[in-house]
């Protein structure tokens, strides 16, 4: 099966500075590759996603960056701000018909200190 | 839209008891796919379903766990005899298929 390895599994920074949080994972054949972030308590919430016919894609101040050929993809957060402060989860999936099917990374504890 | 609705939010349970999770998907999506935080851990993809259909159960443990997607009504992921590892949060998502799942409050079940 699928397997997916994130890190680091803390980040701290300070407010103003960027963030980069990296997923590396197995199976070729995967496709679809999203950003969830989870606050304490809280459901994971959707923040960016990358299919594999696209290298990077941006969003305002977060951006995800792809390589198929190393297996790996990155997550970009610019200009951070304390409500930033989460826990961050890669998911891989196959795409296809069933694009909530994932394999997830670990966790990233992202915390901005103000 | 409501989102995806799940309850209850928190439910405790005695060891041997049964739990009844259910889930309420967003209106119009067809697939619904169950997955198991524990503490401190990332989610763990436990099955995907569509109405009255099991698509995935790979993530599924083999006994004591089962899910349902019925014609009408919310999805229910049952566990038997509850122990205490299973104390977890469970989080229901649901997408149209071809695009991105949107997950719920999850329900936090805790076995005493």
């Known amino acids: 099966g699928e397997n997916v390895e994130q890190h680091p599994s803390t980040l701290s920074v300070q407010e103003g500075d960027s963030a980069v949080i990296k997923c590396t994972y197995s199976d070729s054949a995967s496709n679809y590759f999203p950003w969830y972030k989870q606050e304490l308590g809280k459901r994971p919430q959707l923040i960016i996603d990358?299919?594999?016919?696209?290298g990077e894609k941006k969003d305002q101040r977060i951006a995800v960056t792809l390589n198929k050929t190393a297996k790996h993809f990155s997550l970009h957060i610019t200009e951070t701000q304390p409500e930033d402060s989460a826990v961050y989860f890669c998911?891989?999936?196959?795409?296809?018909?069933?694009?909530?099917?994932?394999?997830f990374g670990q966790g990233t504890i992202l915390t901005v200190h103000p | 839209n409501a989102g995806v609705m799940q309850n209850p939010r928190h439910l405790v349970r005695r060891r041997g008891q049964e739990a009844r999770l259910r889930c309420s998907p967003m209106?119009?999506?067809?697939?619904v796919y169950w997955y198991r935080q524990l503490p401190e851990e990332g989610l763990k993809f436990m099955v995907y379903?569509?109405?009255?259909?099991?698509?995935?159960e790979s993530g599924m443990p083999k006994e004591r766990f089962s899910a349902e997607f019925p014609k009408e009504g919310p999805s229910i992921l049952r566990i038997q005899q509850v122990v205490r590892g299973d104390s977890a949060a469970y989080f229901c998502a649901s997408s149209l298929g071809q695009s991105e799942a949107f997950f719920g409050q999850g329900t936090r079940l805790t076995v005493v």
């Open positions: 209106k119009g999506h067809s697939h």
């Open positions: 990358i299919r594999s016919n696209v």
């Open positions: 998911g891989v999936g196959a795409g296809g018909t069933s694009y909530g099917k994932l394999t």
């Open positions: 379903l569509q109405k009255e259909n099991i698509i995935d």
